[in-house]
């Protein structure tokens, strides 16, 4: 009763100020301030379309807005900056990577979750250490890996070759992580009435979790995607030629080439950016909840 | 547990041997799971790590050389004493700290003595830690050592700022804003923008040239173009025509550019998890708080802040952290012009190992860093740690 009469005169309170379009000045400023934080925030976005329409002499001589916008800028950076190729290389290794991501971390993410095993929380606890590594300290002596200095590979080396650029990143602490935190509250009920059906851990795994699983698996997935699409530092190391170069460093290694020529580089700018904004908007509610939670969590 | 259960009719002999058999199956079982990935793990995460440390024992250009023990850390460093007199006074700086904290908790004459005794540690810090650099300069590598305070004004011009903000358009959005969702959508696109491009962007938006973007906003209030990521004079030279040398003249124009960058990345995601966390701040707190007759400030600072104290720790570790790391847009938004003064240590890292081939230093060199970054954030969680308000 006490919570039904609350909730009254709240409901109360609110009619007596009923919302309508009258400007209220301190929500007003508070309006104010959001539009030009947004505004800030793209304009960037506007600034990098607008360049990469205009003519070279515009972006010298520059205005807002190109005269007549110049789509020929794009088509040229697709083919003469050997864009095109680079957009492919990535989106395969993108998808290499994801795969062999997913395989891994949901096995382990599983096993950290629900089997039980000797030695379960010390090894936890040193996967969870290596995400304080920097990249800096493990960088050279995987480049000499990959060369195969240190170990003998298939192959000789592996320098310029797709598993460079995938195989190490096709396991990481936070994907095991995130999965693990959720199949660890999967009811035991479940499994139970799994095992019961005769089920092994791989077939409850694969026909039960994984189903009830696709939010924590998608973020995962978001998240390796925007890593591997994103990735600079270790691919600008191991290609030194254009055969499995990525866009990241295709775009970098334009920026020296170009030189002078601001429009085409926005136009490969723009080329990069574009899958990932495709992906933003498809995936939008679950890629800013998974990070927002992703991040409470810690 | 539940293994008993299902074979409870079996004779006690039969039970014991198949509970045997079921745990030692999902040992196997557990093990072959995480197989994969620690295989990966093992051998580019933690092999690596042993590796590296080997590495940085040895004169290595390209191939290995002579064993030098600790010579490229010493290389780095210059000179063992300054190092530790520089570390020392770090630790008085922070026992100081420690010590002015227990004098404002404890009473009158306690209090006093406690207090004299962190402003001598003060002080004795204040002496030790330039004397212990200046002697580290004189002799150790100075693109090494310059790299670290480059790498602080950094961290120092982005995190607090890139919090700040983030809480205040969190705190508004919050207000039962209209189209809070569409805002929210737009501040988190610079943190999904891939660096190397954005970065890109940026250089083109802080070029020296006047019809770039920075130049034209200047010129909007009448300032006269700079030169942005081509700067190398300090701001303190730029702003207020002081010409200062070292640590005190401040990060140059070109890092300041740099800086903007980074909290254009970082404040949309940090406004979402901002978001998040006070999502989970119970409302009744607030409607207690108005009843009682708190205006909007008092329910801010008393309520909101102390609630949300242990996201903000988190996201300052993160972004801390992550500061030390930087990498891309640093590399790809430097030129030569700005001489090195926006070389923060990840990028003078690579620079010995990718430009000057001197793979044993620079590992040396990153492990340096590693442990400039435990020490900080063990630092930054007993300091901030314990203002954490944990509900």
């Known amino acids: 009763m006490a919570d039904v009469s609350q909730t009254m005169e709240k409901v109360s309170v609110k009619e007596s100020h009923p919302f309508t379009f009258k400007i209220n000045s301190g929500r007003l400023i508070l309006y104010l301030i959001l539009i030009l934080g947004a505004i800030v925030a793209i304009l960037p976005f506007f600034w990098m379309v607008s360049t990469s329409l205009m003519t070279l002499g515009e972006t010298i001589n520059r205005q807002w807005l190109p005269e007549v916008p110049q789509f020929e800028n794009y088509s040229e950076a697709w083919t003469e900056a050997k864009f095109a190729k680079y957009f492919v290389n990535s989106v395969i290794i993108t998808f290499v990577t994801i795969a062999g991501l997913l395989t891994t971390s949901i096995l382990s993410g599983y096993a950290f979750g629900r089997i039980k095993f000797f030695g379960k929380n010390v090894l936890f606890a040193l996967l969870l250490a290596t995400m304080m590594i920097p990249e800096s300290v493990t960088m050279i002596p995987n480049f000499l890996m990959i060369r195969g200095d240190i170990l003998p590979l298939p192959g000789d080396s592996w320098l310029n070759t797709l598993p460079a650029l995938t195989v190490p990143f096709i396991a990481n602490a936070f994907s095991i992580f995130l999965l693990r935190q959720f199949f660890i509250k999967i009811p035991d009920e479940l499994w139970d009435a799994a095992r019961m059906d005769g089920a092994g851990h791989f077939r409850f795994l694969i026909q039960i979790c994984l189903p009830i699983s696709k939010a924590p698996v998608l973020t995962v997935m978001i998240f390796a995607f925007i890593g591997s699409w994103n990735a600079f530092l270790w691919p600008l190391l191991v290609t030194t030629r254009a055969v499995w170069r990525p866009l990241m460093v295709g775009l970098w290694t334009f920026v020296s080439e170009a030189g002078p020529e601001t429009n085409l580089l926005m136009a490969g700018a723009v080329i990069t950016i574009i899958p990932i904004l495709i992906l933003y908007f498809l995936t939008q509610k679950q890629f800013t909840e998974g990070i927002a939670t992703t991040g409470l969590k810690g | ?391």
Do not use: C
């Open chain 2, 1 to 391: 547990m539940t293994a008993t259960s299902l074979s409870q009719p079996q004779s006690e002999k039969h039970r014991r041997k198949r509970i045997r058999w079921i745990d030692v199956k999902e040992q196997l079982t557990g093990y072959l799971f995480i197989s994969p990935s620690f295989l990966i793990i093992t051998i580019f995460g933690f092999f690596p790590i042993g590796y590296a440390i080997y590495m940085s024992t040895f004169r290595w250009r390209v191939v290995k050389g002579d064993f030098i023990g600790l010579g490229n850390y010493e290389k780095a460093l210059g000179d063992w004493i300054g190092a530790l007199t520089f570390v020392i006074g770090m630790a008085l700086l922070f026992f100081a700290y420690l010590v002015w904290n227990s004098g404002m908790k404890s009473h009158s004459t306690r209090s006093m003595v406690l207090k004299l005794l962190a402003a001598f540690l003060l002080i004795a810090a204040g002496l030790a830690i330039p004397l212990g650099w200046n002697r580290m300069m004189t002799s150790g590598d100075p693109r090494f050592l310059n790299s670290l305070p480059i790498t602080l004004f950094y961290a120092l011009g982005t995190v607090p700022a890139e919090l700040a903000l983030a809480m205040g358009l969190a705190y508004i959005l919050f207000q039962k804003i209209r189209g809070q969702e569409t805002f929210r959508m737009f501040y988190f696109l610079p943190y999904i923008t891939p660096v190397v491009a954005a970065a890109v962007v940026f250089r083109s938006i802080f070029s020296p040239r006047d019809s770039s973007l920075a130049n034209v906003f200047l010129s909007w209030f009448g300032i006269p173009a700079q030169k942005w990521l081509f700067e190398a004079r300090p701001m303190t030279e730029i702003l207020f025509g002081i010409k200062l040398e070292g640590f005190f003249a401040g990060p140059s124009l070109a890092l300041v550019s740099i800086i903007f960058f980074g909290i254009w990345t970082y404040v949309g995601y940090n406004t979402v998890i901002f978001l998040a966390g006070l999502g989970s701040i119970p409302g009744d707190l607030y409607e207690a708080a108005e009843i009682d007759g708190g205006g909007k400030w008092h329910l801010f600072r008393h309520i909101t802040l102390p609630l949300l104290s242990p996201v903000t720790f988190y996201l300052a570790l993160i972004a801390f952290i992550g500061t030390f790391k930087a990498f891309n847009h640093i590399y790809v938004m430097r030129v030569p012009s700005a001489l090195g003064t926006v070389n923060t240590a990840s990028v003078t890292i690579f620079d010995t190992f990718y430009k000057a081939n001197q793979f044993g230093y620079a590992t040396s060199q990153a492990i340096l860093l590693f442990i400039i970054i435990l020490a900080l954030t063990l630092v930054q969680n007993k300091v901030f740690g314990e203002k954490v308000f944990y509900g």
